[in-house]
Protein backbone atom coordinates (compact mmCIF):
# COMPACT_ATOMS: atom_id res chain seq x y z
CA UNK A 1 0.00 0.00 0.00
CA UNK A 2 2.77 2.82 1.06
CA UNK A 3 4.55 1.80 -2.70
CA UNK A 4 1.61 2.80 -3.97
CA UNK A 5 1.15 5.62 -2.09
CA UNK A 6 5.05 6.85 -3.23
CA UNK A 7 3.92 6.04 -7.23
CA UNK A 8 1.35 8.79 -6.93
CA UNK A 9 3.47 11.06 -5.28
CA UNK A 10 6.38 10.45 -7.35
CA UNK A 11 4.19 10.30 -10.71
CA UNK A 12 2.17 13.40 -9.55
CA UNK A 13 5.82 15.60 -9.42
CA UNK A 14 7.00 13.78 -12.15
CA UNK A 15 3.79 14.64 -14.09
CA UNK A 16 3.73 18.30 -13.17
CA UNK A 17 7.21 18.43 -14.38
CA UNK A 18 7.18 16.73 -17.59
CA UNK A 19 4.42 19.24 -18.40
CA UNK A 20 5.76 21.66 -17.82
CA UNK A 21 8.67 20.69 -19.52
CA UNK A 22 6.67 20.14 -22.75
CA UNK A 23 4.76 23.39 -21.92
CA UNK A 24 1.42 21.38 -22.13
CA UNK A 25 -1.71 22.89 -20.74
CA UNK A 26 -3.25 19.60 -19.27
CA UNK A 27 -5.45 19.47 -16.16
CA UNK A 28 -4.49 17.98 -13.06
CA UNK A 29 -6.29 14.54 -13.31
CA UNK A 30 -4.57 14.13 -16.99
CA UNK A 31 -1.14 15.68 -15.41
CA UNK A 32 -1.01 13.08 -12.34
CA UNK A 33 -2.11 10.17 -15.04
CA UNK A 34 0.71 11.17 -16.99
CA UNK A 35 2.86 11.25 -14.28
CA UNK A 36 1.35 8.03 -13.04
CA UNK A 37 1.84 5.87 -15.66
CA UNK A 38 5.58 7.49 -16.59
CA UNK A 39 6.25 6.28 -13.44
CA UNK A 40 5.21 2.69 -13.57
CA UNK A 41 6.43 2.16 -17.21
CA UNK A 42 10.04 3.72 -16.00
CA UNK A 43 10.11 1.64 -13.14
CA UNK A 44 9.56 -1.54 -15.17
CA UNK A 45 12.18 -0.35 -17.71
CA UNK A 46 14.42 0.51 -14.88
CA UNK A 47 13.95 -2.85 -13.15
CA UNK A 48 14.70 -4.73 -16.30
CA UNK A 49 18.33 -2.38 -17.12
CA UNK A 50 19.34 -3.48 -13.63
CA UNK A 51 18.30 -6.92 -14.20
CA UNK A 52 20.14 -7.12 -17.11
CA UNK A 53 23.34 -5.30 -16.34
CA UNK A 54 22.99 -7.54 -12.94
CA UNK A 55 23.44 -10.69 -14.52
CA UNK A 56 26.20 -8.88 -16.85
CA UNK A 57 27.97 -8.06 -13.78
CA UNK A 58 27.42 -11.55 -12.76
CA UNK A 59 29.43 -12.63 -15.56
CA UNK A 60 31.79 -10.18 -15.38
CA UNK A 61 32.87 -10.97 -11.80
CA UNK A 62 33.00 -14.96 -12.56
CA UNK A 63 35.81 -14.20 -15.51
CA UNK A 64 37.70 -11.88 -13.27
CA UNK A 65 37.35 -14.40 -10.48
CA UNK A 66 38.51 -17.01 -12.80
CA UNK A 67 41.80 -15.44 -14.19
CA UNK A 68 42.23 -14.65 -10.72
CA UNK A 69 42.53 -18.51 -9.73
CA UNK A 70 44.30 -19.13 -13.08
CA UNK A 71 47.08 -16.80 -12.46
CA UNK A 72 47.30 -17.95 -8.72
CA UNK A 73 47.61 -21.59 -9.95
CA UNK A 74 50.47 -20.77 -12.58
CA UNK A 75 52.25 -19.25 -10.06
CA UNK A 76 52.53 -21.61 -7.07
CA UNK A 77 50.86 -24.78 -7.95
CA UNK A 78 53.08 -25.05 -11.42
CA UNK A 79 55.93 -23.16 -10.33
CA UNK A 80 56.85 -25.93 -7.95
CA UNK A 81 56.78 -28.70 -10.81
Known amino acids: ?8 IV ?8 TR ?3 LDLGVPQTIAIGVLGA ?3 GWVLRLLLT ?3 M ?5 GAILGA ?11 EGKK
Not at 1 to 8: H, R, T, V
Not at 56 to 60: K, P, R, S, V
Not at 67 to 77: E, G, N, R, S, T
Open 67 to 77: VVLIVLYQKFI
Open 52 to 54: ALG
Open 11 to 18: GTAAGFIA
Open 56 to 60: FAGLL
Open 1 to 8: MGSLIFII
Open 21 to 23: MFK
Open 40 to 42: LIG
